[in-house]
């Protein structure tokens, strides 16, 4: 982890069966110690593709596994997977203030209005894990979603991706907003954070 001021959040890691909880953990602490700002949010530990182990999982991270000290000043991510209506697993949802969207990129388009809608009736933050292609930023953008990763614009230099999120927003007819403008929707962009 490479201290900067920037916004950031931290991931659970738990993109296949591999969940490595003890990383997990240094790295909430990590943040916690030595890095600048605390994060934007913390993805409680998930099961990729599996909604109902994901909410069984959730559960054990927040009432019987110890998280680091003053990790309970950070904001809290549910996960969302396939497997289980949506109705369900929002309802399932304790202790945190925002919902993550994982699973594959087919199903998150497919519900991903759906997904916004729901989380603003429910006082919610969304944010869409790797939204996918060209146009994933453009597509989160145009759907709602709070932020989205950007992991792999950094990482693989696909500054293309920006370009075209750039292209929409200009779309917008928006004037240049003063930072924290809430008047401008291209002052929103503000959200969609640099992870």
């Known amino acids: 982890m490479t201290p900067h001021d920037g916004p950031y959040f931290v991931d659970n890691g738990a993109y296949t069966d591999s969940f490595d909880a003890e990383k997990w953990l240094e790295t909430v602490e990590q943040s916690l110690l030595e890095m600048p700002t605390?994060?934007?949010?913390?993805?409680?530990?998930?099961?990729?593709?599996?909604?109902?182990?994901?909410?069984?999982?959730?559960?054990?991270?927040?009432?019987?596994?110890?998280l680091p000290l003053r990790s309970g000043e950070l904001a809290r991510y549910w996960v969302l997977q396939p497997g289980r209506p949506l109705a369900e697993q929002f309802d399932a949802i304790e202790g945190c203030q925002g919902v993550f969207v994982g699973g594959p990129k087919r199903w998150k388009r497919a519900h991903g209005e759906q997904i916004v809608a729901e989380a603003r009736g429910r006082d919610l933050r969304a944010h869409v894990g790797n939204p996918g292609g060209?146009?994933?930023?453009?597509?989160?953008?145009?759907?709602?979603?709070?932020?989205?990763?950007?992991?792999?614009?950094?990482q693989n230099g696909y500054w293309h991706y920006l370009e075209k999120l750039e292209e929409v927003t200009e779309e917008t007819g928006s004037p240049d907003p003063e930072p924290g403008d809430p008047e401008s929707e291209q002052a929103a962009l503000r959200r969609f954070e640099t992870v």
Request: aromatic share 16%; net charge negative; with cysteine.
């Open 38 to 66: 605390v994060p934007d949010f913390i993805v409680l530990p998930d099961v990729y593709g599996d909604a109902g182990a994901t909410i069984d999982r959730h559960r054990e991270w927040l009432y019987d596994r110890p």
């Open 134 to 154: 060209a146009d994933g930023l453009v597509w989160a953008y145009r759907t709602g979603f709070d932020s989205c990763d950007t992991t792999t614009i950094f």
